[in-house]
């Protein structure tokens, strides 16, 4: 597994490293998990990510890296924990933090990232933004100064709205999800050259989009009426370009991610040694050659931003019937 600097981190991670989320309750049980991640750590990877909001995850990673010897970094994130979640409540988020270590079985954390730090209707984290100020900057710097915590970092789902963020030059990594793969690229218009621009290791979120590019979805060959025109016949031609490659559509994925020197590694949401076996088996392989990269950019400047009315996450295999609770 070839690695890569982790931005003004120093740290060197491997290309592809491993989410937290589908090792969890959510979508694994504990000895899946367990399996899966010893594999993807003898494997090469050396980078795992995590978060209070993801289920049981920090638990069952606490439980499945307990025994690990392979050197790793790890990064777990505030947000979400305790309920009701007071994002201003300085209190609040040392106990966080404090459960955090104990359900890892850490004594410190590699990195510890804001979790939606640009959605105020989901944690109004931030009293003002120009000049970036909030109580969970005074913690993250009690937490440095007590050598408990190394770097600090953002964990973002927003294409432009995280920009003024990330320009404040307080955080040494970001973490970009759903904005950055084969059609969605808004990440490549703000989030990356401001996070290039200082220096910040850059990491991808949800390469497969949630699941919407892990695999050739009938939906979009039978017309789902919640799929835009523009959106179908883009998916409809990156399908016709897999099938001429011969190459699936989780290769292309992670392939096109690892394509670009300036991200730092890319989240694999592998929950099985099965997948995680596939996925690195994918990054072996390397960049995309040019001219494929090419014609991939040429379908995706079909829908160059989401369409009006877009779904954020695509609702294939849901049997969607509407608006309404699905959002």
Excluded at 60 to 75: D, F, K, T
Excluded at 275 to 295: H, S
């Amino acid at each position: 597994m070839k690695k890569r600097v982790l931005g003004k981190t120093g740290f060197e991670v491997s290309e592809v490293s491993l989410g937290g989320l589908f090792v969890s309750s959510f979508a694994a049980a504990q000895t899946e998990a367990n399996q899966a991640v010893a594999r993807a750590l003898e494997l090469g990877v050396n980078f795992v990510d995590t978060a209070p909001g993801y289920a049981n995850s920090e638990e069952a990673l606490g439980i499945a890296l307990e025994n690990v010897r392979q050197p790793y970094y790890l990064s777990t994130k505030f947000g979400g924990r305790p309920q009701p979640f007071n994002p201003k409540d300085k209190a609040a988020l040392m106990n966080s933090f404090e459960e955090s270590l104990r359900l890892l079985k850490r004594d410190t954390i590699d990195i510890l990232m804001i979790h939606e730090p640009d959605r105020p209707g989901q944690y109004d984290w931030w009293t003002q933004i120009n000049p970036l100020d909030g109580p969970v900057l005074e913690v993250l710097e009690d937490l440095k100064r007590q050598k408990l915590v190394k770097y600090v970092g953002l964990g973002g789902t927003t294409a432009y709205e995280i920009a003024p963020i990330i320009e404040s030059g307080l955080f040494d990594v970001v973490l970009t999800a759903f904005n950055y793969s084969l059609l969605w690229r808004e990440a490549e218009h703000v989030v990356l050259p401001a996070a290039k621009k200082q220096n910040m290791g850059i990491i991808i979120g949800s390469p497969l989009q949630q699941g919407a590019l892990a695999r050739k979805h009938p939906e979009v060959t039978e017309g789902a009426w919640w799929l835009s025109k523009p959106r179908r016949e883009q998916m409809l031609k990156l399908y016709a370009l897999s099938d001429e490659l011969a190459m699936s559509l989780p290769e292309l994925c992670l392939r096109f991610v690892i394509s670009n020197p300036d991200i730092s590694t890319t989240l694999s949401g592998a929950r099985s040694v099965a997948e995680v076996e596939q996925n690195i088996g994918f990054a072996d392989k390397g960049p995309l050659p040019e001219d494929i990269l090419k014609r991939l950019g040429e379908i995706a400047a079909l829908v160059p931003f989401r369409p009006f009315e877009e779904r954020f996450s695509m609702p294939f295999g849901s049997g969607y019937k509407g608006p309404g609770m699905a959002w």
